[in-house]
């Protein structure tokens, strides 16, 4: 049975094909298919078109932390756009936007208390930068501008955040960009050999090296020049590199040293994804500036944010002095009591207790995947995992691209998803499959995943 009962599925998938222009989309690989779409969520699982069942491994897009069809959620939203629909924080403020506001900044690490709203990730990263530019000027370091951000890290679209992210492919069709923006190595320890050229360095010794080269860009570069150092908690594209063990705290020192903003890009690791409210807590640091999105409202409505330090606003304080930046959309009334339904909910259900109970197990549920000669490494955190797929584990030999095509494009992305798991196939670094379903999943789920990659897995090997 097709969900809802009276959808013109004819209609809709026509209107699909004619008129819709999807994200990150290989249009002409639906030239002679159809679109898949998604009618309805419940809990972990979502719903095609023709009333198939999917399991969501990606929570949509990082993003539904709660899982599908949560009531309350949309209850809030109703209650608050009968209230107040609409109204900007230009020069005014609603009552939402201030209490979630309040809300994020008990919860934020350190003196992190000033919450600038946008409506998605890309914003809050393309406000951080713009902060830390007028920042500096309004102190008296003016050629303070540059950003340095790690290889192979996706920091969003927008012309800003498109400079900050380190990925060639999405960038080079859209220059010039934004100057100023500057790559190191990132965190993936598993390539640790050929990154530094040093063969056996341990996670600490690698985390140390991997830190430091930082500390030399931003020497390259001139201090006087660089205004911040771009990370995520865990990062994201190449396939969920964690942090080597102390890392982070390396990275703050050198931070501090250089008078350096260390701006942490949770738009995915904040809101439970690692088993914390924010990333930095996970792994014991503190940044000057939050970045956020995605799970704040686990979806059920677009919002994301820029948090702060204090001695940031400081400079703003004067009666002449505004930060000349903002979004039409920002902290919207609606957004913003469903993100407070949301974090209501967290602690209700507990969901940040329930991620770190059972990270180990969905660790050891992943790497049970280890006895497949396709499976090069399992790695991430909380509900957060990345596979690298090899061609021989014993070297770690990679994929060539025409290979990762046939094997991600050609087979492995639609294998998945035929067999029920809507999880991520990617190759921005090398291959990988990507993992991080809604919260409330459990053991349950953990094996459902597990069953389906195994199978998929295996029949991609026997094609090579």
């Not at 430091?212 to 205004?227: C, L, W």
């Not at 890392?247 to 942490?264: A, G, K, M, N, T």
């Not at 059972?358 to 049970?368: I, Q």
């Not at 459990?442 to 094609?463: C, Q, Y």
């Amino acid at each position: 049975m097709t969900y809802p009962e009276d959808t013109d599925v004819a209609s809709v998938m026509k209107a699909a094909q004619d008129n819709l222009w999807m994200h990150f989309t290989r249009h002409g690989s639906y030239a002679d298919a159809e679109v898949p779409m998604i009618v309805r969520g419940e809990g972990a699982y979502v719903y095609d078109i023709h009333g198939k069942r999917y399991l969501d491994g990606l929570a949509g897009l990082f993003v539904v932390q709660a899982g599908h069809g949560r009531s309350e959620l949309a209850e809030a939203a109703a209650k608050q756009a009968q209230e107040l629909a609409f109204f900007p924080l230009w020069s005014y403020a609603h009552p939402k936007a201030a209490e979630l506001a309040q809300r994020l900044a008990e919860q934020t690490p350190g003196d992190l208390n000033r919450v600038f709203f946008t409506t998605g990730g890309g914003e809050a990263v393309e406000t951080a930068w713009k902060l830390a530019k007028q920042y500096f000027k309004m102190t008296g370091k003016p050629l303070k501008h540059k950003v340095i951000s790690r290889q192979i890290a996706y920091h969003g679209t927008p012309q800003g955040a498109l400079s900050i992210t380190g990925i060639p492919l999405f960038k080079q069709m859209f220059e010039p960009l934004v100057p100023g923006s500057v790559r190191v190595p990132n965190t993936n320890h598993y390539r640790a050999d050929e990154i530094t050229g040093v063969a056996g360095m341990t996670p600490e010794q690698y985390g140390y090296w991997a830190a430091e080269r930082v500390a030399r860009a931003i020497e390259m570069e001139g201090p006087d020049t660089v205004a911040a150092v771009f990370v995520e908690p865990v990062q994201n594209a190449g396939g969920c590199f964690p942090p080597p063990p102390g890392y982070f705290q390396r990275l703050r020192e050198i931070c501090d040293e250089y008078d350096v903003l260390l701006v942490s890009d949770e738009v995915i690791c904040a809101f439970g994804r690692l088993g914390t409210m924010f990333g930095g807590q996970k792994f014991d640091y503190v940044p000057d500036i939050i970045t956020c999105a995605k799970g704040m409202t686990s979806g059920y409505s677009p919002i994301g944010a820029m948090i702060a330090s204090e001695r940031l606003f400081e400079p703003f304080k004067q009666p002449t002095e505004m930060f000349a930046h903002g979004y039409t959309f920002g902290g919207h009334p609606v957004s913003a009591a469903v993100a407070l339904a949301n974090l209501d909910l967290f602690e209700r259900e507990d969901l940040l207790g329930h991620v770190t109970r059972n990270e180990p197990v969905f660790r050891a549920t992943l790497e049970r995947l280890h006895d497949l000669p396709i499976v090069g490494d399992v790695r991430g955190s909380g509900f957060f995992w990345g596979i690298e797929l090899v061609k021989d584990k014993a070297t770690k030999e990679t994929f060539t691209a025409d290979e990762s095509e046939r094997m991600l494009r050609g087979f492995l992305s639609k294998a998945l998803y035929d067999a029920g798991l809507y999880c991520r196939a990617d190759d921005r670094g090398d291959p990988v499959i990507q993992l991080a379903p809604p919260l409330i999943c459990g053991p349950k789920e953990f094996d459902e995943i597990e069953s389906i990659l195994r199978s998929v897995l295996t029949e991609a090997w026997n094609r090579l």
